[in-house]
Every structure is written in structure tokens, then in C-alpha cells.
């Protein structure tokens, strides 16, 4: 175990040297300069900032095959994202998640474990690779983008999986925009009370800023619970993950597929994160630092994705993957509302 962590490490600080840095650094800009963009148009004219991104770099596909680009932007669509969604430990706390009681936490495991399966057997019954089911239902049940770049880095390394990622991504951040807007306008006309509002929300919709836009939208305390179990859903994505890679690795040993470690080493970071907050060590300034960081991480990396796929591998996949994410949101919505009706 400790061997592992140690190699990992050693070729996580190679990636950094100057001659490795000379070579990736055209690729690095490249997803750089889209990654500001993108961050750019957010600011100034709303939207969101992670599906502007993958759409510029879908624009710059033709750079992909550059001999001058690819290692970069291969660099940033494998590493970059695996430092970003361990900084994402920053921002979730044990204590965080106690304050809320045993009720709401069993309600997001549970809804977590059941959209995943659901995801599985809706693949299997749409004639789908098994880890797309897998992606679709993690990325609906945990954090949307960040879970779905989380789980895709774990499962085998093949072009279809990195193509339906991307797709993943579009249809999880359209819908948990979507949902921002609709989510509130439900829990109004089902008279959930602040509390059970900011459950419902808290525990549906993927992305964090529509969580946290749609809760204080309703009121503070809405808000506050919202943001809590939005959290609690975060902290979801380290056993998940850890699960999925157990199961992977096994499975696809004897193939020819790229199959991750045992442990990601992405994963002890954002779990080591998560206990140093826990504990008090990080400031909250320090924290929000990260957070700030670990964003930037993520939106690069995806503008690095975008850049290495085109629209027509990403229509080649047809309907059935849109289909499979618009039935795991619902199904999410329907069963953490039976289960808020059921306490």
C-alpha cells in the first residue's frame, strides 16, 4: 500500500520537472487560455462555467492531433483533473456532516447507492456498456461534473468512456441548471417546509453552485441545509470511488485496458484534505484558496477534454446516453421525495 502511494507520488512530482513541463507547456496554454475564457463569459453573463469551457475546447478539436499540443493536453485532461478533484476535499468536513442528524445522512446514502444501481440496470436495459450506467449514475447521485470526471479517471481507459464522460458532463450541468430553476417551484407547491426544502434540493440537484443557488433562492435556512447535504453527497464520491475501482481493477486485470491502481492517488488527497479541514488546520481563507484552485483545475481539465473530442464522436453515441441521464435525475427527485414523505 505504502510502495503504491510512494510511486504514485513519484510520478505525480516527474510531471512537474522543467524538461516535462517545456514539452506539455503549449497544451498547458492552450487549455489555459480556453479555461479563461470560458471563466470570463461566466462572470460577466452568467451561465456555467465548466459547460463553456467544454464547448470552446470542442471548437479547438482540430488542435488535438498538433504534435506540439497533445502532450499538454493530454497532461491536463488526466492530471490536472485528478489534482483538482482532490483539492475538492478542502471543502467538506466531518462535522459538517454530523451537524445534520442520522436521518438526512441516510437519506443521501441511500439515494446515492440506488441511483448508481439504477444507472447499472438502465444501461443494461438500453443495451449499454455497463460503465456508462455506472458514470451517469454517479455523476446524477454525487456532484454532477466533478463526480462524473472523478469516477471516469477509476474506470477503464477506452475512447468510448472518455467520449460518454464528456456527454456526462453537458447533460448533467444542463439539467442541474434546469433543475435550479424548477426544484424550488416544487418544493413550493408540495409545501415542503424550510427544512425538508432544503433536503429535497440538497439531495437532487448534481452541481454545488446550482445547490446553492437554488437553496438561498427559497430562503437562508433553506440555503444552509442545502448546502450541508450538497456536502454530504461530496463526501459520498471517496467511498464510490474507492468501490469502483476495487471492482474495475478486478474485472479488467486480465484485459488490455488501462486500469487505475487499487487506491487512486487523487483520492488518499482529497481524503487527507478532508480530514486536515475536519480537524481545523485549514484556515478558511486557506480553504477557500483551494476551493479556487481546485476550480480552476476542474475547468482546464474539461477544456482539455473538449479540446481532445469532437461533436461527431459525441453525436456517435446516439440517444440512449441523454435518455439514461434524464431517468437517473428523475429518479433521484422521485425517491428523495418519498423518502422526505416516508419520515
Keep these: 500500500m505504502l510502495r503504491t502511494v510512494f510511486v504514485r507520488l513519484s510520478d505525480t512530482l516527474s510531471m512537474w520537472r522543467p524538461a516535462t513541463v517545456r514539452k506539455n507547456w503549449p497544451g498547458i496554454a492552450i487549455a489555459i487560455v480556453i479555461a479563461l475564457a470560458a471563466s470570463f463569459i461566466s462572470d460577466t453573463y452568467g451561465g456555467p462555467q465548466l459547460l463553456y469551457a467544454l464547448f470552446f475546447g470542442l471548437s479547438f478539436h482540430f488542435l488535438s492531433q498538433e504534435a506540439s499540443c497533445k502532450p499538454g493536453i493530454d497532461f491536463c485532461s488526466k492530471t490536472v483533473l485528478r489534482i483538482g478533484v482532490a483539492l475538492l476535499g478542502a471543502r467538506v468536513t466531518f462535522g459538517q456532516i454530523e451537524s445534520m442528524g442520522i436521518r438526512p445522512i441516510l437519506i443521501v446514502i441511500a439515494a446515492v447507492l440506488i441511483t448508481i444501481l439504477f ?135 486480465t484485459t488490455e485496458f488501462d486500469t487505475p491502481p487499487l487506491v487512486p492517488f487523487f483520492l488518499i488527497g482529497f481524503v487527507w484534505l478532508m480530514a486536515c479541514n475536519s480537524a481545523g488546520f485549514i484556515p478558511p481563507e486557506v480553504a477557500a484558496g483551494i476551493n479556487r484552485v481546485s476550480r480552476a483545475c476542474l475547468v482546464t481539465a474539461i477544456a482539455a477534454l473538449g479540446v481532445k473530442t469532437s461533436f461527431q464522436s459525441l453525436a456517435s453515441l446516439g440517444w440512449r446516453p441523454i435518455a439514461m441521464l434524464v431517468a437517473e435525475t428523475v429518479w433521484l427527485a422521485v425517491f428523495v421525495l418519498l423518502a422526505l414523505a416516508a419520515l
Design 119 to 253: 444507472g447499472y440496470v438502465l444501461a443494461f436495459k438500453l443495451r449499454r456498456p455497463a460503465t456508462e450506467g455506472v458514470l451517469s449514475g454517479g455523476a446524477v447521485a454525487i456532484c454532477g461534473a466533478s463526480a462524473a470526471l472523478a469516477i471516469a479517471a477509476v474506470l477503464p481507459q477506452t475512447k468510448e468512456n472518455e467520449k460518454f464522460t464528456l456527454l456526462t458532463v453537458v447533460g448533467v450541468t444542463t439539467l442541474s441548471t434546469i433543475a435550479m430553476v424548477v426544484y424550488p417551484v416544487v418544493a413550493r407547491l408540495l409545501d415542503l417546509d424550510p427544512t425538508m426544502a432544503g433536503i429535497f434540493i440538497g439531495g437532487t440537484i448534481h452541481d454545488v453552485a446550482q445547490v446553492v443557488g437554488a437553496g438561498y433562492l427559497m430562503s437562508n435556512h433553506t440555503g444552509d441545509v442545502a448546502t450541508l447535504v450538497k456536502l454530504t453527497r461530496v463526501a459520498c464520491l471517496v467511498p464510490v470511488v474507492i468501490g469502483l475501482t476495487i471492482i474495475f481493477s478486478t474485472r479488467n486485470s
